[in-house]
């Protein structure tokens, strides 16, 4: 098992999102003897429990969900021309640990600079060229696309979708 490490340096938006409580009916076998009782059953649903013969049933339980949803995102060429998601278990948890969503400009259209440790060792200097894509020229230059206007409709309005400038470690 391999870990790969990545810093990206350069604008991104942090998007705010809500934990909203909600009920999710789970389907599984309730007989409390068994060793599959309240064990989710995942694709075709037996009508019986296959190690205690009882009927399947299901129970409500409460999660949280993010809001707003942001998985149609991934299949939306046009938002991703423009916009690239970070990946890996670490920016998650982040995510979910301050309640936001994370976007990078996509590399082809703003680049800021990655490292990547592949790479060995990559030293980039800070300077006014360096840092054009400043979260003030980014934001002009995607202000005014669908995918931006798609952002804040989505996120409930441009307070909730904040032009930010920084460093960003992930693992995955």
């Given at each position: 098992m391999s870990v790969d490490y990545e810093v990206y340096v350069g604008p991104y938006l942090e998007c705010k999102i809500k934990q909203i409580p909600t009920t999710l009916?789970?389907?599984?076998?309730?007989?409390?003897e068994c060793s599959h009782y309240r064990v989710r059953l995942?694709?075709?649903?037996?009508?019986?429990?296959?190690?205690c013969g009882e009927e399947i049933g299901s129970y409500a339980t409460s999660v949280m969900r993010e809001e707003p949803d942001n998985?149609?995102?991934?299949?939306?060429?046009?938002?991703?021309?423009i916009f690239d998601f970070l990946h890996?278990?670490?920016?998650e948890r982040v995510q979910n640990d301050r309640n936001i969503h994370v976007?990078?400009?996509?590399?082809?259209?703003?680049?800021?600079?990655?490292?990547?440790?592949?790479?060995?060792?990559d030293i980039r200097e800070f300077n006014p060229v360096s840092l054009q894509y400043d979260p003030v020229?980014?934001?002009?230059?995607?202000?005014?696309?669908?995918a931006y206007k798609k952002l804040v409709a989505m996120y409930g309005g441009p307070e909730n979708v904040v032009f930010k400038w920084g460093v960003i470690s992930t693992a995955n």
């Amino acid at each position: 098992m391999s870990v790969d490490y990545e810093v990206y340096v350069g604008p991104y938006l942090e998007c705010k999102i809500k934990q909203i409580p909600t009920t999710l009916n789970i389907t599984s076998c309730v007989n409390h003897e068994c060793s599959h009782y309240r064990v989710r059953l995942l694709g075709e649903q037996p009508p019986y429990c296959p190690h205690c013969g009882e009927e399947i049933g299901s129970y409500a339980t409460s999660v949280m969900r993010e809001e707003p949803d942001n998985t149609d995102l991934y299949e939306d060429e046009k938002f991703c021309e423009i916009f690239d998601f970070l990946h890996g278990d670490c920016i998650e948890r982040v995510q979910n640990d301050r309640n936001i969503h994370v976007y990078v400009p996509n590399e082809t259209r703003a680049p800021g600079f990655s490292f990547d440790p592949r790479d060995e060792i990559d030293i980039r200097e800070f300077n006014p060229v360096s840092l054009q894509y400043d979260p003030v020229r980014w934001k002009a230059q995607i202000d005014g696309t669908d995918a931006y206007k798609k952002l804040v409709a989505m996120y409930g309005g441009p307070e909730n979708v904040v032009f930010k400038w920084g460093v960003i470690s992930t693992a995955n």
